[in-house]
């Protein structure tokens, strides 16, 4: 059974940082391009970031280009979201995404994980 | 970037009734389109991918079609279960993988 399981989020003051991760169970990560998609609260669904199987291709939405870095480790299983300069427009939840094979964000989803930042 | 739009923002319907959705892009994305359902709490479920093709698991009742710039999301016989929020997704080309502002399908 295919797993995404997100971890990481919290409260975090303006300018802060956090490290998302998302444990992937049930499947190859390396055959996969992985995404992460947001949702702020009250609002619709955003993509912000992908990467390839191999992380030879990296994508940003404009928004957090600068401040954000996606990563993976495959052997581990693990999809990363490095966030720095945080905003509070960064506030909501935060989901990792399996690529479908068409392209587009997700054919498996994790649960999410909130993030908040305020002062 | 490619813009999409979904009309209408929010729909009213009932049980056993069918109901339609529309999503446009900005500009041409021959058939790079998917469609999700999302309900309060949860993560976006995907229905349809490649415009037109109906991922595992997801029942018959759901459909979609179009190509190009103008595609549509039908549900056939609507159960207490399909109320929720609607996106559509375009995955044309190269990310940044753009959503519709989503449709909120309630029950009349």
Redesign the interface.
């Given at each position: 059974e295919v797993q995404l399981v997100e971890s990481g989020g919290g409260l975090v003051q303006p300018g802060g940082s956090l490290r998302l991760s998302c444990a992937a169970s049930g499947f190859t990560l390396s055959s996969y391009s992985m995404?992460w998609?947001r949702q702020a609260p009250g609002k619709?669904?955003?993509?912000v970031s992908?990467i390839s199987g191999s992380s030879g291709t990296i994508?940003y939405?404009?928004s957090v280009k600068g401040r954000f870095t996606i990563s993976r480790d495959n052997a581990k299983n693990s999809l990363y979201l490095q966030m720095n300069s945080l905003r509070a427009e960064d506030t909501g939840v935060y989901?990792c995404a399996r690529e479908?094979?068409?392209?587009?964000?997700?054919?498996y989803?994790?649960?999410?994980t909130l993030v908040t930042v305020s002062s | 970037d490619i813009q999409m739009t979904q009309s209408p923002s929010s729909l009213s319907a009932s049980v056993g009734d069918r109901v339609t959705i529309t999503c446009r892009a900005s500009q041409s994305i021959s058939s790079y389109l998917n469609w999700y359902q999302q309900k309060p709490g949860k993560a976006p479920k995907l229905l349809i991918y490649g415009a037109s093709s109906l991922q595992s698991g997801v029942p018959s009742r759901f459909s979609g079609s179009g190509s190009g710039t103008d595609f549509t999301l039908t549900i056939s016989n609507l159960q207490p279960e399909d109320f929720a929020t609607y996106y559509c997704q375009q995955s044309y080309n190269t990310p940044p993988y753009t959503f519709g502002q989503g449709t909120k399908l309630e029950i009349k």
């Open positions: 995404n998609v619709g669904l955003e993509w992908f994508y939405v404009d989901y479908v094979i068409s392209g587009g964000t997700g054919d989803w994790g649960q999410g | -």
